[in-house]
Structures are given as structure tokens and as C-alpha cells.
């Protein structure tokens, strides 16, 4: 497994996010030529020289240039030419007085400032040279860069591909969300949720049908797949219960175990192998284990993939916890918390007793503490550091933990 | 000019970063049973009591109950039922004993271990009831939210649209990148910077092709598209030289000037204006200037209109300044610099000689440090807050200060 060669060709506008996979050669000269950087008139700065408010120097009006208007006039001493901001120098000019500092009477300027030569000027090929790298492959683009590369005279960016992710929902259990109840079953909530986070750290998900988790079954998914996909994310049947053999079978086809069980709560029975070149990873049933597994082992894993650097999203605030809370030596806990401001403190309420499958408490939070392998607890009223996951607004709530 | 009051429905693996327009309903209980929270043996609290490693209880096991499989069996005293983690409890059964605290020999399970009654069940409709609110009308819907609504039973939501955006270039010396170039002419930027930074805040932006600076080519372009956009961004133009007739031309077609003209550095001739219930923005046409007002200015109505509060992307750094600062009373500005770690501080070089032209300059900083209007300037070695926009990589530099 390695980061993603192949590239796609795109339009500049829709590679925000995205990741060059080539230089990118400037195709002009930035300034495309010497252009005036505000309104006012071109001149030689050496006819006004001591200009003053009570001397002003007069020069001859002979014509203006429009932006985007190649110049027609060649300025000869004595005289001024009126231009706007990014009008082109006409020759023989090599400065700009402000209009400001100016007045128009009878085809007379009178100047009423002195300015030295290349003052208001923008020189030719100033900011980038025609032929010269604008952005060095591997930089990834936002709108500045877009704005740079357009200006270059780019519209079209070769980029690395985004990273294809299959998501596969295992379990005889799972339902699919909005099709009718049947007793005794759950809606599979991972996979949509899985897709929206994968969507929204810059992978392209695909959604597969539930899968029972029948050895057949899996080995027909993987071998129908893995060849279109990057990464194969199975939610379910990871831990060591009965119908849990994913990662028997995956051992089975062959696949190398590059870890089965991490010491973390939630998402213990978190696995990944590598199959043909390929990482599957195999996430845990539970929702909150399976969405915390994915992002802070998979999503990374995709930036990996992309050239990118990985950076969890949301913000990190300092406060104060307001319940002490425990965890194991040796063990990398994720306590879901609620984030809120009281006289200009934050404090950090956590959620204690918090089962992984709590999906409607834990969308309700707005924080989790991460607590490190060597800390076994942190006493209340501890500064800590928690990352906070959205807005302070008003469904983050801890009335149901 | 209101939020946005229309709706759309969309699968909810695609409602990441979108607002519900109405309150969600469980469709089921959660759990939708009485269920095991662990792998282990479904049992009567009363039957276990006092059992230890020296003095197991004895149960009859009586069979199995895999994950969404309707119970068969009812308990009885003196058995014991094996179930996993999310099996339905049999009737009878009020507690689970974790198998590693239990033995099975010849059909008999033999418990090392006291359970509280309740104990490692999770009771039915526990997180949630059927038929009440699991997230209300104006949350903001992320991948946890996505999940519990899906976990209740729900595949399409409700959600407000997204903020259609027309953005216009305009100006004679605008070519459209990836044309031949002409001399005299200047690539257009700012459309194509503009949408993907109106599409990075969530908004639905449009390019319309370059237009000409003329009284009715903007009034055709404000005629014929107005109705169909929540508002229209036109870049370009705005200023009070001789070809800046945007804003007197939507003046003249009845628009009230919200504003004109703003006090800060760059970005200063921005306006906004209101025609017939939309917001027609004038942002300069400087890519610099049209960028940070877009971001500041524009992007938080967008966010306004989608029932969303606005947060600036990046994050906030504290540094120190290696170099003075000037400002004007009364004045903000947008000091662009670069932000880089030494020694484990921060260190912000501003970019101080700085044209808001130079788009290709911006391209390649990482940081914005605001300056107040009440600042005048800040001295050399000051510690600031700046805002760092993208990650700490090889493009930012300061070299083409």
C-alpha cells in the first residue's frame, strides 16, 4: 500500500481541498506587464520633482488608458497620461501620481506631490515569471491558490485521485434505515455515518448492502471488490464472539494481520489487514466505536493515501473537568464530554457510565477527552484539553448521561 | 432578505454540514429490545447470588440467542441462556454474566460471579422512544447525528437547501484562464476562487462568464438572474474610478445601499446592496481584496441564510510578531503573514509592503492577523492571536515579501 499515483484532470474551481499531482507552470508573466497599482496619472516622476500644495507642476494631458487596453500613447517629458488601477504604463512613463493629489483644468494636470520613479508601478513579472512553478506538485489548493493558479492562466489542475473507500455493514441483525421495523433487529446506522465522515475528510465512499456474516459471503464481497477499491471499511463481527469471523476469514484469503484489538475504549475489537497490497479494516459494531475508530485510525490512513497531512477536524479548548474520571494504565481512553462556557471558563462535563453503543447520547455531545495510556485518572476540577466537535449549540446536552 | 425557508429532502449519509428544517422522530425504540450489552449467559439475578470462583452457581443451559434473532426460548429458574453482545434478553432472563466469568460443562454453565439484576442489559428504548424527537428542526447534522438518525430507523431527512450563489467577473481586461492570452488583458482569478471558497462555506455557487462593465450588461445580467439566486457576488468594478459603475447602476434599478466602502485594509471598496429582497454584493477586484471580503463578509451571510452559525475555517495560533506592524485608526486590517514554529513558539513574520494584487503572495502565506480599528500599530515582538489557514507546509514562505 502506498499514497495514490493516478491522477485526474480537473477545473481549478473544483479543486479546493485537492492535492497537485504536477507542477504548475505560470503560462504569463504576473504582472503581465508594468501596470499602474492605483487610479491617477502616469508620468516621469523627474517632471515633478519638488511638486508641492503651493507649486504644483504642470503637465500636459495627452489621453488615458483603460485596464485591459494595450496603450497607444508613447508619454514624451512635459506630459501625463490618466490611468486606473491595473492600466498599463504607457512607455516613456515611470511612475504614478494618485488622482488624489491632482486636479484637471483645461487639459492641464497640476501634480501636487512628487513621486519617485516606480512608485505606484507594478513591474512585468514582479510576483511570478511566465514559465516559472506558481505551486510545486503535493501542495494542496484552497481558494488562494486557486486564485493564483487562474491568474496564471490555468484552468485545468492535474491532481491525485480521492481515495475510493467500500463500506460494507455486516450482520444478520442490521436493517436497512427506512425500510419497515422487524422485531428483533436493528437499522444499520455505521455505514451512512462511516460515508458522511469518509465524504468529509476527503474520501470517496461507496455504500455496499448488508452482508451476513457468513465466511462465503465476506470472501465474495472482498473478492468482488478489493481490486475497485482502495480500502475496505467492514462495520461488525470484529470482536471474539460467535459469529464474529471477519478476521478468521480474512486470515484465511490470505490477509496479513496488521493488528486485531487496540487498546482503546471504545473500539477495542478494531482490526486491520493487509490483503493485496490493500489495508481492510475491520471496525467494531458499535457505532460510537466504529465512528471513532474511523477517524481517528482510517481517516488518517486516507490522507496517507491522498498526500495530504492529516488534521482531525474541530477546534481544541482548554477547561476545567467538572467529574473526575477514570480510565486504565495502558489504555487510550476517547470519554465523550460536554464542552460548555460559564463566566467565560469552559468546563468539561464528561459522560461517565457510557456504553459504545450510545449513538444518540454521544451526537448529542460536543467533545471528547482523550486520556492517554500512562494517566489511569484525571481528578476533577483538572485543566484539560478537549477537542470540541461542533458549535456550542443547543443539542449539546448532558442531562442524558 | 430572510434565511432560507425552502427544503429538500436528501438521504442522510448526504446531509453531512446540513440543518434538519424539521424536527426528526424515532421510528422505533432504541434499543428496539431489551438487549445484551456483552457476550455471555442471560441468566436470573436471584439464581446467582453468592456465587464466587470457590462456590460457582450451577445453570441448566437451555440454548442460544444470536443478535437479531427473536428469542424461542423462555427462561426458567435454575437456566441460562447464551447470548452476545446486542442478542435479545429471553423473557425471563433479567441480567447477563460475561462470559469470562462463567464455565460450560456438559450443558452446564457454571457462573463464578454475582450480577445485579439489570446488570450488563441495555433496556428497551433506553437512548430513546419511539416517536419522540431524536434531533430537532435546526440541528446541524454531522456524521455522529447521521448515525442516530439512521440507528432510528430514518434514510431522508428534512434539511433546509443550500444558498444558490451567482458569482460574476467584471471587466473588459478579464480573460477566462486557460484562453489564449492577450496582451494588455489579465486572467480572471477571483470567479473561480470565489466559488470554490463559496462552495468550502456551503453554499451552491454558479460562474457566469465574464461581463463587460457596462450599465445594461449589468442590468440584463441582475434581470435575468436575480430571481433564481439567493444572491449574486459580483467582482469587479466597485471602486470610484472611471469604469466602476456597478454600484450607481443598481442604484439606478431601485437597489438601497446597505454599504459602500469599508474601513479596512484590504477590501476597502466593498459594497452591498438590496434589490428586491436579495443581496447583491460589489467585491473589489483585487483577488486579495475580493477574497478576505468574501470570506469575512459574505460567507457569514451565506451562513445566516442556511441556519448556520458561522465559524471562520483555520485555527488560532498565539505568536509572536518579528516585525512592526502599522495600521490607521479606525481602520481593520487583514495583515497577511506567515506563522511558523521555532523552538516550540510561534513566530509571525508580517508581510508588510503588501498590494492586494499580489493573489500569487497570499497563495503561499499561511496566516491573517487582524488588526483592530482601535490599533494603530503593533510593535515588534508583540504576542498576537493570528489566524493560520492551512497546515504548516513547505508553500508558506516569506521569501516574496
Sequence with gaps: MRPIEEVEVIHVEHAYGRVLAEDAISRIDIPPCD???VDGFALRAEDVVGASNTSPALLKFVGAVDPGEKPSISLKPGEAVEVQTGSEIPPGANAVVM???TVVENAIVKVYKPVAAGENVCKKGEEIRKGAIIHRKETLLDHRRIASLAHAGIRSVVVYREPNVLIVPLGEELLEPGSPYVEGKIYDCNSYALFALVES???KPTLHP???????RIVEVV???LRHYDT????GSTAVGKSDILPETLQEMGAKVLFHGLRTKPAKPTGAFELEGKIVFALPGFPVSALIACEYLVCPVLAWLSHKQFELKGTYVEGFLTRTVSSAYGRRDFVRAVVRKQNGTYLVDPIVHEGASR???FSKVNGILEVPEEVESIPKNSKVVVRVLGAFDDEASSDES
Design 35 to 37: 501596470r499602474s497599482a
Design 201 to 203: 475528510y476527503g474520501g
Design 223 to 225: 473478492q468482488q471488490n
Design 210 to 216: 448488508i452482508v451476513a456474516p457468513e465466511k462465503n
Design 232 to 235: 475496505i471499511l467492514f462495520t
Design 359 to 361: 449513538i444518540v447520547t
Design 99 to 101: 488622482k488624489e493629489y
